[in-house]
């Protein structure tokens, strides 16, 4: 104790001695406070499922409609057929028919309402006393040399102008004709037009050349979006012909054409067209609102060698497998009529259809419907063809009737005729 006295005077004197000031010990430094411990949320005993996505009450009832339909009505609905001479109203409901295509015997002589009288008489069918799903009534009204309605001229005071025609006199022009055109199709009662022809042919010695604009890929691709932006704008389905496009080959319906040109050539001609008219989704309706109503394809029968050497297109797996793949379309498909003689020759015992659905085709374009349809329905109770490719189909149709207004989602989320409901 005497110890620590004696240094801390000594301490002090000296500190007095320096300058005769105190220096003031060094303030007291707190220690820091301890550091705090991070708390560690407790473990999930159970992991959190992912949310799943919300379901689409159109896509909904579409399933729902097509699980309510027998196996029968499911491949009558794959079936857009020429309208028979005989029997059409009894037919709707004997074979569940998807719709209708009517050709020039059928419109010939006719005044708008003894049109839109037979035409409301296969819808009341339909409606009424089928499936109760509305049918395509479709017709190829191209313009030019194929016009099964502008011929008649009780229907129209002249026939309707070819593409090329349209297309030379200009835009204005090309969209006041296809304005007129939808709207008197849609006024009888049609609601798809197999038009627009998206086939590139510069030279007037084809087959094709008089149903094409006559212009080159880059022009003939215009075309084809502007026709089928315009159909769509009036709710009149499209169907982009004939695809992977004719070129300069022979007339199908009398016999097989052999298309030998290079991918390349497709790939950089004649797939543009058809590109340029799948882009059109989404159309503006008169109404304001905005409605996808996406086109339809036809396949054509030609052989094309650097696809399939050795079927038709319309019967060959790998050209539907270019156009759902390589090129995105994901809308429906149809062939073009399987009555024709390029095709009869490759069906194994006649089944032609049964060969087009396991192609990939959704929509079957056919006069002999009264006999593919039972074979179809056989092939698939016998196994030779998938009733999930039969179901892959349906959906597609269904979907396309959908958006082209013919069926409507009622408030308790069903599926019903918008035709007549």
Same mark, same amino acid.
């Given at each position: 104790?005497?110890?620590?006295?004696?240094?801390?005077?000594?301490?002090?004197?000296?500190?007095?001695?320096?300058?005769?000031?105190?220096?003031?010990?060094?303030?007291?430094?707190?220690?820091?406070?301890?550091?705090?411990?991070?708390?560690?949320?407790? +473990?999930?005993?159970?992991?959190?499922?992912?949310?799943?996505? +919300?379901?689409?009450?159109?896509?909904?009832?579409?399933?729902?409609?097509?699980?309510?339909?027998?196996?029968?009505?499911?491949?009558?609905?794959?079936?857009?057929?020429?309208?028979?001479?005989?029997?059409?109203?009894?037919?709707?409901?004997?074979?569940?028919?998807?719709?209708?295509?009517?050709?020039?015997?059928?419109?010939?002589?006719?005044?708008?309402?003894?049109?839109?009288?037979?035409?409301?008489?296969?819808?009341?069918?339909?409606?009424?006393?089928?499936?109760?799903?509305?049918?395509?009534?479709?017709?190829?009204?191209?313009?030019?040399?194929?016009v099964r309605v502008s011929s008649n001229p009780k229907?129209?005071?002249?026939?309707?102008?070819?593409?090329?025609?349209?297309?030379? +006199?200009?835009?204005?022009?090309?969209?006041?004709?296809?304005?007129?055109?939808?709207?008197?199709?849609?006024?009888?009662?049609?609601?798809?037009?197999?038009?627009?022809?998206?086939?590139?042919?510069?030279?007037?010695?084809?087959?094709?050349?008089?149903?094409?604009?006559?212009?080159?890929?880059?022009?003939?691709?215009?075309?084809?979006?502007?026709?089928?932006?315009?159909?769509?704008?009036?709710?009149?389905?499209?169907?982009?012909?004939?695809?992977?496009?004719?070129?300069?080959?022979?007339?199908?319906?009398?016999?097989?054409?052999?298309?030998?040109?290079?991918?390349?050539?497709?790939?950089?001609?004649?797939?543009?067209?058809?590109?340029?008219?799948?882009?059109?989704?989404?159309?503006?309706?008169?109404?304001?609102?905005?409605?996808?109503?996406?086109?339809?394809?036809?396949?054509?029968?030609?052989?094309?060698?650097?696809?399939?050497?050795?079927?038709p297109a319309s019967l060959s797996p790998e050209v539907?497998?270019?156009?759902?793949?390589?090129?995105?379309?994901?809308?429906?498909?149809?062939?073009?009529?399987?009555?024709?003689?390029?095709?009869?020759?490759?069906?194994?015992?006649?089944?032609?259809?049964?060969?087009?659905?396991?192609?990939?085709?959704?929509?079957?374009?056919?006069?002999?419907?009264?006999?593919?349809?039972?074979?179809?329905?056989?092939?698939?109770?016998?196994?030779g063809l998938e009733e999930e490719a039969v179901d892959?189909?349906?959906?597609?149709?269904?979907?396309?009737?959908?958006?082209?207004?013919?069926?409507?989602?009622?408030?308790?989320?069903?599926?019903?005729?918008?035709?007549?409901?």
């Open positions: 104790m005497k110890r620590k006295l004696c240094l801390t005077l000594l301490l002090l004197l000296l500190l007095t001695a320096c300058g005769g000031k105190m220096v003031p010990p060094p303030p007291e430094v707190p220690d820091p406070p301890p550091a705090e411990t991070p708390e560690v949320p407790p +473990e999930d005993t159970e992991p959190q499922e992912p949310e799943e996505p +919300e379901e689409d009450p159109e896509e909904a009832a579409l399933l729902a409609l097509l699980e309510d339909l027998t196996l029968e009505q499911k491949i009558g609905q794959l079936f857009f057929v020429r309208v028979p001479a005989e029997n059409a109203l009894e037919d709707v409901t004997t074979y569940h028919l998807g719709g209708y295509l009517l050709f020039g015997r059928d419109t010939q002589d006719k005044t708008a309402n003894d049109l839109i009288q037979t035409i409301a008489s296969w819808q009341t069918q339909a409606a009424e006393y089928d499936t109760g799903i509305p049918l395509l009534i479709g017709v190829d009204e191209e313009g030019g040399t194929v229907l129209r005071s002249r026939k309707f102008s070819s593409p090329g025609k349209l297309w030379k +006199e200009g835009l204005d022009a090309l969209l006041r004709e296809t304005r007129e055109k939808s709207i008197l199709l849609k006024s009888l009662g049609f609601n798809v037009n197999l038009a627009p022809v998206a086939d590139v042919s510069t030279n007037s010695g084809d087959f094709i050349y008089d149903r094409t604009t006559g212009m080159d890929a880059e022009e003939t691709a215009d075309y084809t979006a502007r026709v089928t932006e315009a159909q769509s704008f009036y709710g009149l389905g499209s169907v982009l012909k004939h695809f992977p496009g004719y070129g300069n080959n022979k007339d199908t319906h009398t016999g097989v054409a052999v298309d030998e040109r290079s991918m390349e050539t497709f790939l950089e001609q004649d797939f543009l067209p058809f590109q340029a008219g799948i882009a059109v989704e989404e159309t503006v309706w008169p109404s304001g609102e905005l409605r996808r109503l996406r086109p339809a394809v036809l396949v054509s029968h030609n052989i094309v060698g650097c696809m399939d050497p050795d079927l539907h497998r270019v156009l759902r793949e390589d090129l995105g379309f994901d809308g429906v498909v149809m062939t073009d009529d399987l009555a024709m003689s390029a095709v009869s020759a490759y069906a194994a015992d006649g089944n032609v259809a049964v060969m087009s659905i396991q192609a990939g085709n959704d929509l079957v374009v056919t006069t002999d419907y009264r006999t593919q349809i039972p074979r179809v329905i056989q092939a698939v109770k016998d196994g892959t189909a349906c959906l597609r149709v269904l979907r396309w009737k959908l958006e082209l207004g013919l069926l409507e989602l009622t408030e308790e989320g069903t599926l019903v005729s918008a035709v007549f409901p």
